[in-house]
């Protein structure tokens, strides 16, 4: 079965300093790959998804992440934080469940704190 | 068009209570999924729904939980005698066909708390 890691539950940067937030995933075929951001008090949606083509993927909001397959990372950036993303930011993979489609592993979250 | 809603937003409810928490999906997804939240944690995957039939069950915790869904639309899932650890966030989402692996729409969720 795929899993998901995500280092950090608590990340704390400074306004205008650069957003790194780490996910690791395993699986045995090429993945399907997301970001998903819930801001307080509200439910999830979609940053940015990597599926076939290009590593690098750009998301909404000013953030990316590239697809590593050597490494099976899937690291979420963006290089200057501003205090409305302050939010939690979960990594995600889909994994097959056979003939009846797909199901989706979240990480368990990491929470991004930016200091004034 | 309508994201995905669920109903209610909030249930507080006694233990050895059941609850039905509803999901609308946005019109036309096939697919439709159940994930529960408990208080700073991750997202733990309940069911799955390919238009009306659960190719996935695994994720429900006990035979307390079970989960329908009617054609391509609503589903509710029902937690019968609850207990105080059944307290968490309720999220349903949908995607356009969950045979391809695609992103996730999600609902606002249904606050449960058991008392």
């Known amino acids: 079965a795929q899993s998901v890691t995500q280092l950090g539950s608590h990340v704390s940067v400074s306004e205008g300093a650069l957003v790194l937030l780490r996910c690791n995933y395993s699986s045995s075929v090429p993945p399907y790959l997301f970001w998903y951001v819930q801001y307080p008090n509200q439910g999830l949606q979609l940053l940015l998804k990597y599926t076939t083509g290009a590593t690098l993927v750009k998301g909404i909001n000013g953030f990316e992440a590239e697809f590593k397959k050597s490494e099976t990372s899937f690291h979420l950036t963006k290089p200057s934080a501003h205090m409305s993303d302050a939010a939690e930011y979960f990594c995600?993979?889909?994994?097959?469940?056979?003939?009846?489609?797909?199901?989706?592993?979240f990480g368990a979250g990491t929470r991004l704190f930016v200091k004034a | 068009g309508a994201g995905v809603s669920q109903s209610p937003s909030n249930k507080v409810t006694e233990k050895g209570k059941d609850v039905e928490l509803r999901c609308d999906p946005i019109?036309?997804?096939?697919?439709l999924y159940w994930y529960r939240q408990r208080l700073g944690q991750g997202l733990e995957f309940l069911i799955y729904?390919?238009?009306?039939?659960?190719?996935?069950k695994s994720g429900l915790p006990s035979d307390r939980f079970s989960a329908e869904r009617t054609g391509e639309s609503v589903s509710t899932l029902t937690i019968q005698r609850t207990q105080q650890e059944d307290s968490a966030v309720y999220l349903c989402?949908?995607?356009?066909?969950?045979?391809?692996?695609?992103?996730?729409?999600f609902g606002p969720g249904t606050r449960l708390t058991v008392t």
């Open positions: 729904f390919q238009g009306n039939s659960a190719p996935d």
């Open positions: 995600a993979v889909s994994e097959s469940v056979g003939t009846g489609g797909f199901k989706t592993i």
């Open positions: 019109s036309g997804h096939t697919a």
């Open positions: 989402a949908s995607s356009l066909d969950g045979r391809t692996g695609r992103e996730q729409y």
